[in-house]
């Protein structure tokens, strides 16, 4: 299938599926005249990439990990696809401890505001204090 036809069916454009090949995840053959066609597979290799992406995995990563689909049997490729997978891991563990002492320091000046809010309802209106 052509690069329109991959990019409908699987709701990517097709400026991303030319980004994946350069990055070495997704791979086509050229026709004569050079337009790119891609195997009934390769649907399910750009969910995949889509997924991994969505998780948070750079381009980078994702091609470190793809090798173990590609190659299951070789546990060479099995073992550098599991370091690979676990520094992630760790990344998004960092990333979400992170988050929390983000969200953490956020709730503190929400507390406080909602104090300083509750203070200035009390006072009297500005006019009144004019008075």
């Known amino acids: 299938m052509r690069i329109g036809e991959l990019s409908t069916r699987t709701g990517v454009s097709p400026r991303s599926l030319r980004y994946y090949e350069e990055q070495g995840l997704l791979t086509s053959s050229r026709s004569d005249t050079g337009q790119r066609h891609y195997s009934v597979a390769a649907v399910q290799r750009v969910s995949l990439i889509r997924q991994l992406f969505d998780a948070g995995m750079s381009s980078r990563v994702i091609a470190t990990v793809l090798p173990c689909v590609d190659v299951p049997g070789d546990l ?29 320091a956020l709730d503190v000046l929400i507390r406080a505001n909602s104090r300083h809010r509750a203070e200035l309802s009390t006072l009297p209106e500005p006019a009144a204090r004019l008075a």
Do not use: K, N, Q
Not at 91 to 103: G, P, Q, Y
């Open 76 to 104: 060479g490729v099995a073992e550098e696809t599991f370091t690979a997978m676990m520094r992630e891991r760790d990344r998004i563990d960092a990333d979400i401890a992170h988050l929390i002492e983000t969200r953490d």
